[in-house]
């Protein structure tokens, strides 16, 4: 019967698992798990459309979106008939969580629904750094878009997002001071 309830804490310390070494190290913090979900323009849950913004003078446009306020700032709704989806999240939504929108005017990808790919999203001490690819778009198409990204995330304390097109920075949001950079 020791050998039973031995056995399991052999195993654990063997992992490298030690709660008594974490209990005692201050300089391990354990950061609470942090969800968030990719939603394509394609994929949008909403019957809404993002406003037109000064493109030349931002080709990137991004913002971070807290409340029903500061969407209403950048969407518009988009009636058609047969309509099921609600036009913007309910209110209750930004007690929770958050909207992070990443854009750009861009011709139509060659394959695919979007130019935009995430690479990768990390939230670490008030500070969310955005990484995404942005793909060759068809040349050859005679129209433009608005194409991007629509990150719903976990309500966290932000003070920063620092976002990377490619391995290049184009952009931060100052999420204390502005969260609409782009005007």
């Known amino acids: 019967m020791k050998k039973l309830l031995l056995l399991p804490l052999i195993l654990l310390s063997l992992a490298g698992f030690s709660t008594l070494s974490l209990a005692k190290s201050p300089s391990v913090t ?3 798990a942090w969800h968030y979900e990719q939603i394509g323009f394609a994929d949008y849950p909403y019957q809404s459309f993002l406003k037109n913004w000064d493109d030349a003078a931002h080709p990137v446009f991004y913002a971070l979106i807290r409340s029903v306020q500061e969407f209403d700032r950048y969407f518009s709704p988009a009636a058609v008939m047969g309509n099921t989806k609600p036009y913007k999240p309910e209110p209750g939504f930004y007690q929770a969580e958050n909207l992070l929108v990443v ?15 995430l690479s990768s999203l990390v939230q670490k001490n008030g500070v969310i750094k955005l990484c995404y690819k942005l793909r060759p778009a068809d040349r050859k198409a005679t129209f433009t878009r608005k194409d991007g990204l629509v990150i719903r995330f976990d309500r966290v304390s932000v003070r920063k997002i620092v976002i990377y097109e490619n391995g290049a920075k184009v952009g931060e949001i100052d999420a204390v001071h502005d969260s609409f950079p782009v005007r």
Do not use: E, L, M, N
């Open 103 to 117: 854009a750009r005017v861009t011709k139509p990808p060659v394959s695919g629904s979007s130019v935009f790919s």
């Open 30 to 32: 354990v950061q609470p």
